[in-house]
């Protein structure tokens, strides 16, 4: 291979391009405990890149009960991957199953369910938008962002002493 080849890119980046991220150990699935923030009872998650100049975010999300988790509307697209246990939802006749990929489009209202009989289901989420928690009506009870997983982060980094500037690592 000759030298040119070997050479590293030369020009410059993009003005305000923002830096690279990488996290270490992403998936390990049994990371330290702390790293995951509560969300709900026996709900937590994982951030990995928090973009709130874009608008998404990027987390692992786990699950250690069964039954109804939520019911929202995506404001964006969603794409998941399922990495440990499986989930569904109420109003489609798919199952999320470990290894599997799901992409879930704007304006689509559901209800997550981790069935019976798994114990924790880790699904890593890419959420562009918000979603917003609703009724069965469709009548909005709260809702969910980048920004407040900022937040709960920051909060929960804090509480547990690892400081709330933690949460800078994963924001781009």
């Known amino acids: 291979m000759s030298t040119e080849a070997l050479a590293p890119f030369r020009g410059r980046q993009p003005f305000a391009m923002v830096s690279d991220l990488v996290v270490p150990g992403a998936l390990d699935l049994d990371a330290d405990d702390r790293l995951w923030v509560p969300q709900a009872p026996d709900v937590a998650f994982r951030p990995l890149l928090l973009s709130p100049s874009q608008g998404y975010f990027v987390n692992l999300l786990r699950v250690r009960r069964s039954g109804v988790l939520s019911r929202h509307r995506h404001a964006g697209?969603?794409?998941?991957?399922?990495?440990?246990?499986?989930?569904?939802?109420?109003?489609?006749?798919?199952?999320?199953?470990?290894?599997?990929?799901?992409?879930?489009?704007?304006?689509?209202?559901?209800?997550?369910?981790?069935?019976?009989?798994?114990?924790?289901?880790?699904?890593?989420?890419?959420?562009?938008?918000?979603?917003?928690?609703?009724?069965?009506?469709?009548?909005?009870?709260?809702?969910?962002d980048v920004f407040t997983k900022i937040e709960n982060a920051r909060r929960h980094y804090a509480e547990i002493g690892l400081g709330a500037e933690r949460v800078e690592e994963f924001l781009r």
């Not at 109420?90 to 997550?112: K, N, Q």
């Open 77 to 144: 697209p969603v794409h998941s991957f399922t990495l440990r246990g499986r989930w569904h939802y109420l109003e489609h006749d798919w199952e999320a199953t470990e290894g599997g990929y799901a992409f879930e489009p704007p304006g689509e209202t559901h209800t997550l369910v981790v069935p019976d009989g798994v114990a924790e289901m880790i699904t890593l989420f890419h959420v562009t938008g918000s979603y917003v928690y609703v009724d069965p009506d469709g009548r909005a009870t709260g809702y969910e």
